[in-house]
């Protein structure tokens, strides 16, 4: 699979998670973390953002850095429209993942990946799932005021790890550090967050214009 994609599936499973937060310095019980995590989002039916995506490379010294808009609806559409040059989208309606190149004029179609992490999201939000099913959870300490929860994943799965930064009252998070199996981190920072805007159904369909090829891909 495209390097690019896996990374839009780690940047979807991180933004599903980043809310504001507050700051409290106490370290809470591993049980009472993923039960403010559960219960953030129960009542969660669709999410707006600015992010900033930074991605670390082992073998590049240079960070890489891009920004843009993200959105997500029940049940499992999410959207990232990238304006750091190259522009490019990822969108999905929870079956299916377009890859839209806007320079290139192309849309890559797939099938959602399965156990890249974005599925378990989308079953958190919707009340399907706890954490310890699929992930070995441990808390790491403290950072700034954050609980930091580490995630393994218990099966064979494309990337190694997550870090969560929770805030250990709301249950909220402001930051998600995702880790490959290369050893590759891409971390997410959010803005501007709109919860429950009632987002049009529209905002996940996609629309090829005159002259941009399609490619399907399974």
Known sequence: MNSTIKIAIFVFCAWLFCLPVGARADIPSLDQLLTLLRNRYKQVDDLSANFVQTTKVKTISK????EGKAYFKRPGKMRFDYETPPK???ISDGSTLWMHSVDEKKYLKSPMPKDQGADVPMEILA???????KFDASILGMDEGK???ELRPKTES??????????SVSGELYKSVITDLYGNDVTMLFSNIKINQKLSDSVFVVKPGPGEE???SQ
């Open 158 to 167: 494309s990337y190694r790890k997550v870090i969560l930064y929770i805030d």
């Open 214 to 216: 399609i490619i399907s």
């Open 147 to 149: 609980a930091m929860l």
């Open 88 to 90: 490019k989208s990822f």
């Open 63 to 66: 960070d890489q850095k891009a």
């Open 127 to 133: 009340g399907n799932i706890d954490l310890s099913t």
